[in-house]
């Protein structure tokens, strides 16, 4: 038997163009899973300096270095967007803004405010 070759394709996700909120959920997702490898990361950090000297200078030798730096940044950044994108869920769980000019609104100004709060708190941790 001869396959029809000029039937339809089932459609998949290469033949569309998600829209911003497909993003920012599939993006809660994987920051909520990041910051739950942060987290451990960080009592890492914490337990080590209950230890031995040794291993909290190997630990903020690793956190101080510029790579150290860069994971926490971005740990910052994975943190105010997943408390941010968070809050927007909670609107939406009692009923609000869900039409697709309000979705794609907030979800810009998520993005804005998780990028301008981690920029702020390394500012002022560096002021510190």
């Given at each position: 038997?001869?396959?029809?070759?000029?039937?339809?394709?089932?459609?998949?996700?290469?033949?569309?163009?998600?829209?911003?909120?497909?993003?920012?959920?599939?993006?809660?997702?994987?920051?909520?899973?990041?910051?739950?490898?942060?987290?451990?990361?960080?009592?890492?950090?914490?337990?080590?300096?209950a230890?031995?000297?040794?291993?909290?200078?190997?630990?903020?030798?690793?956190?101080?270095?510029?790579?150290?730096?860069?994971?926490?940044?971005?740990?910052?950044?994975?943190?105010y967007?997943?408390?941010?994108?968070?809050?927007?869920?909670?609107?939406?769980?009692?009923?609000?803004?869900?039409?697709?000019?309000?979705?794609?609104?907030?979800?810009?100004?998520?993005?804005?405010?998780?990028?301008g709060?981690?920029?702020?708190?390394?500012?002022?941790?560096?002021?510190?």
């Amino acid at each position: 038997m001869a396959q029809n070759d000029s039937r339809p394709l089932s459609p998949h996700l290469q033949h569309y163009k998600l829209p911003l909120t497909a993003y920012l959920s599939i993006s809660h997702r994987i920051t909520g899973v990041i910051n739950s490898a942060g987290v451990v990361l960080l009592v890492l950090l914490i337990a080590s300096a209950a230890g031995s000297p040794e291993s909290y200078g190997f630990m903020g030798g690793i956190a101080n270095s510029w790579f150290g730096k860069l994971i926490l940044f971005g740990f910052t950044l994975t943190l105010y967007y997943h408390l941010c994108n968070g809050i927007r869920h909670l609107f939406w769980d009692v009923g609000y803004g869900f039409d697709l000019k309000t979705a794609h609104t907030s979800g810009l100004v998520c993005l804005g405010v998780a990028g301008g709060l981690s920029v702020i708190t390394w500012i002022v941790a560096a002021a510190s």
